[in-house]
């Protein structure tokens, strides 16, 4: 717990820091439009709020603050989805409804159930209210970016709960080792890409990363994922090196993926798109894949989970 206290603080510097520097460069070089660090700096605010509370307090009040994450997250999610009709804003409710059930499972510590409730089950039955409807126009549509939605909002970020009810004793450590590495991934990919980049991974669905930013971002996750695991994780070098890699491939895909998603939702409806580029989902959406893939891998190959 000290050494989360350490890294906790370390962040905080970092925080005011940028801060200081944002307002610093905004007010000298008025002439150049930096609204989007601005606005990545206040949600980082945010998130290093939100997880404060999943890391330093007890598991209860860690599950509460991160279900409160999944809400806003999917509740976004669905703001995207253009030409809602009644029947789907029926099936929204009964994806919010799925929260408080996911995260119970967390609680009880029922593995199981927790593993297949969305996947299985919730897929099974969200086609249910939609048929209700008396509607065939758009079903597919309707229930399947539904089921994306409850899959990658709530399934995939709900791991970050469950790190502390699998291992009380490494939990908090690992769910701050996790946001840190994901969240410094997607910051040097961005600024490197921004900065330096030329040669794009994948233009035509996000233009604003490059192969020169991926490099950047895997070397400086690994190194990072060396230096804090000693501190926030069991984990010896080889471990941590390889946990670098991962979640950095992982964080890149989650925003890829989330990236091209948004772009479908919103062909044809530029205002939104314009109003979105300033929300938190977009700061997030790695840790859709991160969280699971490395909640997953760390069960697997450790005991202590």
């Known amino acids: 717990m000290f050494s989360s206290y350490i890294v906790l603080l370390l962040v905080l510097a970092v925080l005011i820091a940028a801060n200081l520097v944002y307002a610093f460069v905004s007010r000298r070089h008025r002439d150049k439009d930096y609204a989007?660090?601005?606005?990545?700096?206040?949600?980082?605010?945010?998130?290093?709020?939100?997880?404060?509370?999943a890391?330093?307090?007890?598991?209860?009040?860690?599950?509460?603050?991160?279900?409160?994450?999944?809400?806003?997250a999917l509740k976004e999610y669905f703001s995207m989805i253009r030409g809602t009709r009644k029947a789907d804003r029926r099936l929204f409710l009964w994806a919010y409804l799925a929260i408080p059930v996911q995260f119970y499972w967390i609680y009880t510590g029922w593995y199981g159930m927790f593993i297949v409730f969305i996947p299985l089950y919730v897929f099974l039955v969200l086609p249910i209210p939609r048929l209700m409807g008396k509607g065939t126009f758009?079903?597919?549509?309707?229930?399947?970016?539904?089921?994306?939605?409850?899959?990658?909002?709530?399934?995939?970020?709900?791991?970050?709960?469950?790190?502390?009810?699998?291992?009380?004793?490494?939990g908090g450590g690992l769910v701050l080792f996790l946001v840190v590495l994901t969240q410094l991934n997607d910051v040097i990919h961005t600024v490197v890409s921004l900065y330096f980049g030329k040669r794009k991974v994948v233009p035509t669905a996000n233009p604003n990363l490059t192969w020169e930013g991926f490099v950047c971002a895997l070397l400086a996750t690994t190194g990072a994922s060396l230096?804090?695991?000693?501190?926030?994780t069991p984990f010896g070098p080889g471990a941590a090196a390889w946990f670098g890699v991962l979640l950095a491939l992982?964080?890149?895909?989650?925003?890829?993926?989330?990236?091209?998603l948004k772009r479908d939702l919103l062909v044809g409806d530029e205002d939104k798109a314009s109003t979105l580029k300033k929300s938190y989902l977009?700061?997030?959406?790695?840790?859709?894949?991160?969280?699971?893939?490395?909640?997953?891998?760390?069960?697997?190959?450790?005991?202590?989970?």
């Open 36 to 53: 989007s660090i601005g606005i990545r700096i206040k949600t980082w605010w945010g998130m290093f709020f939100i997880f404060c509370l």
């Open 55 to 72: 890391t330093l307090f007890t598991p209860a009040v860690s599950l509460v603050s991160l279900m409160i994450l999944c809400f806003f």
């Open 282 to 305: 977009s700061q997030i959406d790695s840790l859709t894949y991160t969280a699971p893939v490395f909640f997953h891998v760390v069960r697997y190959f450790f005991d202590f989970m």
């Open 227 to 232: 230096a804090l695991a000693p501190y926030l």
């Open 138 to 170: 758009g079903f597919l549509r309707s229930v399947s970016s539904t089921q994306w939605g409850l899959m990658l909002m709530v399934f995939g970020l709900s791991h970050l709960a469950y790190f502390q009810f699998a291992t009380p004793e490494f």
């Open 250 to 260: 992982a964080g890149f895909f989650g925003s890829l993926t989330v990236s091209v």
